[in-house]
């Protein structure tokens, strides 16, 4: 069995927290797959994989369909005849300099946040299906969750219609559009996949003193990474399609 982690190269150092929780929270034979876009500057995730032989770095950029093939191939590989129980898919940009006004928009910059943050989820899901189904049918007997198979894609509380019809939170259209698009496409994959025996449902990790989340935001990395991991290992089918929080809490669409 497998555990996959999605991320961008501008956050690797949330990723090795993460790797680190993830191998902290697995039997010793699982593995835990850190995709990064550029391994070789990945310095600390080297390092943890090279003290945790479960700990696989895999390189991929999440806009490159082909990178994309060859992190399956390389998945596939480790894996043998084991399928894949847990994908999650925590990449994401937020370019902040554009501002939040409509008429600061451009084409270009609503494209990039769509490519990264909705279309990425998307395919990267698409190509490491046939993983997922092997591990949900391997599975068969237990019931909906990561024990079995499942898709957690990291959004965010800012892609809440609700809670922007609220004026609750950045009212940024690149990032918050977007979000809300992905937690569309978790909807509707939740759907599909459920007929697989595969759990789909997204996760807001909270505001997090991260590159993008700043220092002051309000929890730490680790907090955040703990608390999420929690609502991961607990999920079930009740929370199937729904936006959940790092506490647990639903977040209306």
């Known amino acids: ?17 993460a790797a680190k929780s993830f191998r902290a929270s697995v039997y010793v034979d699982e593995y ?22 479960n700990v696989i770095i895999i390189k991929l950029d999440v806009t490159d369909d082909s990178d994309i ?4 191939e390389q998945t596939r590989a480790v894996l043998k005849n084991e399928g894949l129980n847990l994908l999650i898919n925590n ?13 600061q928009q451009r084409r270009n910059d609503l494209q990039s946040h769509f490519d990264t943050n909705v279309s990425a989820p998307i395919i990267v899901t698409q190509k490491f299906l046939p993983l997922l189904k092997k591990a949900a049918e ?38 918050c559009v977007s979000k809300a698009a992905l937690n569309m496409a978790t909807a509707l994959m939740s ?4 007929r697989y025996g595969i759990l789909v449902a997204a996760l807001h990790p909270g505001w997090v003193q991260t590159d993008m989340g700043g220092p002051n935001a309000a929890l730490d990395k680790e907090t955040s990474i703990q608390k999420c991991w929690s609502v991961i290992k607990n999920a079930s089918e009740k929370s199937c399609g729904l ?3 790092y506490d647990g809490t639903i977040i209306p669409f």
């Open 138 to 175: 391997d599975n068969s007997s237990l019931p909906l969750g990561c024990s079995r198979a499942a898709v957690i894609n990291i959004s965010s509380f800012l892609g809440s219609i609700t809670k922007a019809l609220q004026g609750t939170g950045n009212q940024d259209y690149n990032y």
């Open 69 to 72: 093939d060859s992190a399956v």
């Open 91 to 103: 990449v994401g940009i937020f370019n902040k300099s554009i501002g939040g006004d409509l008429q």
């Open 32 to 53: 835990v797959f850190a995709a990064c876009r550029s391994p070789q500057n990945a310095a600390e995730l080297q390092a943890l994989a090279k003290e945790n032989s």
């Open 1 to 17: 069995m497998g555990h996959a982690k999605v991320e961008q190269s501008e956050i690797i150092k949330s990723s090795v927290n």
């Open 191 to 194: 759907v599909e996949l459920r």
């Open 243 to 245: 936006l959940l929080s």
